[in-house]
Every structure is written in C-alpha cells, then in structure tokens.
C-alpha cells in the first residue's frame, strides 16, 4: 500500500508541473512564450480554460495533500532501525589497578 501511496505521490507532482505552468498570470505564462500572448489561445476561449486549469489544479493539490498525509502516516507507524539495536550492557567503571592482585610486593 504504501508503495502505491509513492507513485501516486510522484505521478501527482509530474502532472502538477505542467497543470501549473499552462495557466497565465500576470505576465502572460507559458502561453505568451509559445506566441499565444494574452489571448490564452492554447486552449480557445479565456473563461473556459481558466477555469478548466482552476479545477483541475485544485484537484491536483488535493490529491497531493492526501497522498502527504498518507505517506506521513506510514512513516509514523514504521519502526525504527535504531530502535530495533539490542542494547549492551555496561560494566561499572573500576578504578585503575583495583582488583588486580600485585605481583611483585616489596618489603621495608
């Protein structure tokens, strides 16, 4: 399931790409590069269009926003790599030459 959530996540971005660059803002858009000035005649008349690419970007967005939210919620309910680690148990620190008998003692 979560490998479906992925590529439908991907497939979402790749279509918003051009989905958001065809609609003309202030400057014109992509439209006014291919010589299709103001008059947004990639598409035929203005309302229609604006309103077509409205719709469909926002239901792009959407379904973008759900497929994050899936996609986080995954990733909350997988267990950790670290987690997993069996702990080690630690010694207690000793201080240096304690329980280590002497080999060579001399006598005074």
């Known amino acids: ?3 479906l959530l992925y590529i439908l996540h991907v497939l979402v971005c790749l279509a918003m ?18 010589g299709g000035g103001g008059s947004q ?4 008349g203005s309302s229609g269009a ?20 899936g996609l986080s919620y ?3 309910r997988s267990k950790s790599v670290v987690g997993d680690l069996p702990t080690q148990q630690q ?3 000793t201080a ?8 060579g003692t001399s006598t005074l």
């Open 41 to 44: 005649s990639v598409f035929g």
């Open 74 to 76: 995954y990733s909350s």
């Open 96 to 103: 240096p030459g304690a329980g280590v008998p002497a080999t």
């Open 50 to 69: 604006s309103s077509f690419l409205l719709k469909l970007t926002s239901g792009a967005a959407i379904l973008f926003m759900m497929t994050s939210l």
């Open 1 to 3: 399931m979560e490998t």
């Open 17 to 34: 790409l051009p989905i958001i660059l065809l609609q003309s803002g202030k400057g014109g858009g992509v439209n006014a590069a291919f």
């Open 91 to 93: 010694e207690a620190p």
